[in-house]
């Protein structure tokens, strides 16, 4: 059907205008209950019920207690554009609000049947407006609002038909709801259905109100991945000038096959931003398994001048002014989390003194035993996180000879406190121990008890894979190759990033000329980051160049992959450069090459391992950060409890 081209320019009626804005506002049902959700909250509540008929097609109902609206401004409150949150620009720019549009109510009423009842702590009585017949009369009810919403999307049929099941519908709503909840947990909240009360969230603190909005398993597996020294939960903190991030993450142990806890938000408002998402992601490369997704609430405080909200009528979308500091800010602190250990913590106090870390270069030579702490004027303790700025990136020859020397026979069962003098320093996570059996006996050593490490006391190796360990809580089981894949890693990228400190930069990856360069048919998005990221593609070892207009052509690509596809491998990375920071993808790729080293120098399945060398294995996972998982995500080590022992065994039934 072709319109006419004389048709004239009319303009459009108000209520039509409000029920195409209602097309942008209004999606569903949990669409109306997150408006009215904002609303009660900018009134200052305290407490919000939300009552619902038929999955809230058939009737949405919330009530609060802020402060009401006076019965004069009722009528203005339903007009398209009004609202008393913003006056000027200035005021749009800094909005701290979580409603500002003034045209959610107008939007609502024109596809529904909205009444709005209100009283002031200054008023007697209620007020009630019909908005379909813009009657006002006097009505019974607290201090606080109420807005009733009957039979959505009435006067828009064809709308109504797009909606799913009752149940589809409330599960909606109530996430709708859980996301306010998750913000304000000084808040109380309670969810109706035909009658009966689904949900109930009362103020309390916030870790209690995401115990109980997200369950407590969700706390547990966090806060056991995440404690202190003081064994309080650890939380993330990020400090910037104009950032700062706070909430809690999941341990990667506990991560889903689907994102559905994954709550971010921006100065109390949640969002789903790109930049968040992708920073606290990026944090779980190296400690996530295969394709799980993992939990986190997560709270990013900025500027309000420095964020634009105005990007879409949901307010659902955020626009940063610096999105490289948000997605710094996020990834830090969500890395800071990870990298503590979940193992048992031990206060300073019942950590064996005599037990001291020294350099790898050990102890000079000829310097007493008996007084470590005058041998050694700078030793720290072991549960300190060691410095491994002086070390080198040794390459996969140098990490085969982990284990060339043969261990000293008949080793007690002790830790030996302070590592051998060795001609040359030991490559990155070399395990320690006792040269030869006088040297052993010439050193100090303390008898380990299970409750003064938290990985415990070395007992055993089964099957060649497995250490056996006891600690105060029970018997810990340590998977051998990958706990030492994550220390030989860990310690590989803190040796390159002194080496990046030293040279000024990150070193480039060197790169192998291709004797006939790959050319492929490059799209104009893929064409345009070759050009803008030329120097980040030099970096990752890559030579790409247009050869024609819509061809890029390969000349080099990085000597560490040489069996690598280099057509792939540059559509790869330029789609990565298209979607984050340019340098964090140089990063990555450089970390994977240290993981493949690190994987390469670890310590094999049936390698035979003496009691001293499984004790300096734990120690060091004691003080590597991320220790938890190896570099593929798979768990390095379990706890299995004396309760749960019994319970095997069926004592004390």
Not at 74 to 96: F, M, P, Y
Not at 176 to 202: N, T
Not at 381 to 404: C, E, F, I, K, N
Not at 559 to 571: G, H, K, Y
């Amino acid at each position: 059907m072709q319109t006419s081209p004389n048709r004239p320019i009319l303009a459009l009626p108000d209520e039509l205008v409000s029920q195409i804005a209602a097309g942008e506002v209004v999606e569903r049902p949990a669409s109306v209950v997150r408006e009215l959700v904002d609303n009660a909250l900018d009134a200052g509540a305290s407490q919000i019920t939300v009552r619902l008929l038929a999955g809230g097609v058939r009737s949405i109902s919330v009530e609060d207690d802020g402060c009401g609206i006076p019965p004069e401004q009722l009528v203005l409150a339903l007009q398209r554009h009004a609202t008393s949150k913003i006056g000027s620009l200035h005021d749009l720019e800094a909005v701290a609000t979580m409603g500002f549009r003034g045209e959610a109510l107008a939007a609502i009423a024109s596809i529904s049947d909205l009444s709005i009842a209100s009283r002031t702590a200054e008023a007697s009585f209620a007020s009630k407006l019909d908005a379909r017949s813009g009657e006002l009369q006097p009505a019974a009810r607290v201090q606080g609002t109420t807005v009733e919403v009957r039979e959505l999307f009435f006067s828009t049929p064809a709308r109504r038909k797009f909606l799913k099941t009752d149940a589809t519908e409330l599960a909606h709503c109530l996430e709708a709801v859980r996301r306010h909840a998750l913000s304000r947990p000084e808040v109380g909240f309670a969810v109706w259905h035909e009658g009966k009360l689904v949900e109930q969230w009362r103020g309390a603190s916030a870790q209690q109100r995401m115990a109980d909005v997200l369950g407590a398993d969700f706390i547990a597996r966090s806060r056991d991945a995440m404690l202190d020294a003081a064994g309080s939960a650890a939380q993330l903190s990020a400090a910037g000038s104009t950032v700062r991030v706070w909430g809690r993450i999941g341990l990667p142990d506990a991560a889903r096959a689907r994102a559905d806890q994954q709550y971010a938000y921006v100065n109390g408002r949640f969002v789903r931003d790109r930049l968040i998402n992708h920073g606290a992601r990026s944090a779980y490369e190296d400690v996530l398994h295969g394709n799980r997704q993992p939990s986190w609430v997560l709270f990013v405080e900025i500027d309000p001048m420095r964020v634009d909200v105005n990007v879409h009528p949901t307010k659902i979308e955020v626009r940063f002014r610096d999105g490289r500091e948000v997605h710094q800010a996020v990834r830090h602190a969500v890395e800071a989390a990870l990298a503590l250990s979940r193992a048992p913590a031990i206060s300073g106090d019942d950590w064996p003194r005599e037990r001291l870390a020294v350099s790898h270069d050990g102890l000079a030579a000829g310097a007493p035993t008996h007084d470590l702490a005058s041998a050694v004027p700078n030793a720290k303790p072991s549960w300190s996180r060691p410095d491994h700025s002086g070390q080198t990136v040794l390459g996969l020859q140098d990490l085969a000879v982990l284990y060339a020397r043969e261990p000293a026979p008949g080793s007690p069962m002790a830790v030996q406190d302070i590592e051998n003098s060795t001609p040359a320093s030991p490559a990155p996570g070399a395990l320690r121990y006792p040269a030869s059996q006088s040297n052993a006996e010439a050193l100090p050593s303390v008898r380990v008890t299970p409750g003064q490490w938290p990985l415990g006391r070395a007992l055993a190796q089964l099957s060649g894979v497995y250490i056996l360990a006891e600690n105060a809580h029970g018997l810990i089981v340590v998977d051998m190759h990958a706990a030492h894949e994550r220390i030989v890693y860990e310690r590989l990228k803190a040796a390159q990033a002194a080496r990046d400190a030293v040279e000024g930069g990150e070193a480039a990856m060197a790169s192998q000329p291709l004797l006939i360069p790959a050319t492929f048919a490059a799209t104009p998005t893929e064409v345009a980051a070759a050009e803008v990221h030329a120097e980040a593609l030099a970096a990752l070892g890559l030579d790409v160049a247009p050869l024609s207009p819509g061809v890029l052509a390969v000349r080099a690509r990085p000597a560490a992959l040489p069996d690598a596809d280099p057509v792939a491998l540059t559509r790869a990375v330029l789609a990565e450069l298209g979607e984050v920071d340019a340098s964090r993808v140089v990063q990555r790729a450089r970390d994977e090459l240290l993981a493949t080293m690190a994987c390469h120098g670890a310590v094999r399945a049936n390698r035979l391992l003496t009691l001293p060398e499984m004790n300096a294995l734990l120690r060091d996972m004691e003080g590597t950060e991320r220790a938890d998982q190896c570099n593929h995500g798979r768990p390095t080590w379990r706890q299995i409890t004396l309760k749960e022992l019994d319970g095997l065994f069926l004592r004390g039934r």
